[in-house]
């Protein structure tokens, strides 16, 4: 069956621009996740979602950080004034429910000019 | 805090050679534990995971990995590596009390590279 999937796979933007960055779920997944990946180190995380409403956002690193997943399925990661320090692959991963198996796109690559 | 350790960076092996990533954990409680692989431009899948059960753990491809609670640690090992085993390899704890519950949390990864 289909995977995640994350759209666009590449981003290019210029400093100071605001971005979005789209994930689509495995299908019945409740749980979605957002980490980010910077070069040479390990995904960290974001935001969890569990359907519709942001169960913790503890990760976003600043007000610039937004996401949301207004029909429960679908999320949007959005970035507001983009420095070079957000460059970054961005990660969605979703799973059954909290505890199972996460399941990972293959990410977003964004980099901030 | 909960966290894993990866204690190097890049691992080199032979083809037909065994494989050993090391990776060490902090956790005041038992620990969930997984290891991932990351292979150019593929999404993280899932190698193996250890949740209480056995602590010899036994994965995809050949790989199995060790829970030692007197090391504090959850090596990944194969007895004979491939070629296509070359790619990124994350050892990672789940976070099981707290506000970030259920969430995981990553080390910063060995690159296995596999020569011929």
């Known amino acids: 069956g289909a995977g995640v999937s994350q759209t666009p796979s590449n981003k290019v933007t210029e400093k100071g621009k605001y971005v979005e960055l789209r994930c689509d779920p495995i299908s019945g997944h409740t749980a979605l996740y957002w980490y980010r990946q910077s070069l040479g180190q390990g995904p960290e995380f974001l935001i969890y979602f569990q359907g519709t409403g942001a169960a913790d956002d503890s990760g976003l690193p600043n007000d610039r950080f937004f996401a949301v997943r207004p029909e429960g399925s679908v999320s949007t990661l959005k970035i507001q004034r983009t420095e070079r320090g957000d460059s970054a692959v961005y990660l969605c991963?979703?799973?059954?429910?909290?505890?199972?198996?996460?399941?990972f796109g293959p990410g977003t690559r964004l980099t901030v000019l | 805090a909960q966290s894993v350790t990866q204690l190097d960076s890049h691992v080199s092996v032979s083809e037909g050679t065994p494989v050993l990533l090391r990776c060490n954990y902090s956790?005041?409680?038992?620990?969930?534990l997984f290891w991932y692989v990351q292979h150019p431009n593929k999404g993280l899948q899932l190698l193996l995971k250890y949740t209480s059960a056995a602590t010899l753990v036994k994965g995809i491809n050949g790989f199995e990995a060790e829970f030692k609670k007197s090391e504090t640690s959850f090596h990944l090992t194969k007895p004979s590596a491939h070629m296509s085993d070359a790619a990124e390899y994350f050892c990672v704890v789940r976070a099981d009390y707290g506000g970030s519950q259920g969430n995981l949390i990553f080390g910063k990864g060995t690159k296995l590279s596999v020569k011929p």
């Open positions: 991963a979703s799973s059954l429910t909290r505890y199972n198996e996460q399941f």
């Open positions: 956790s005041s409680y038992s620990p969930s």
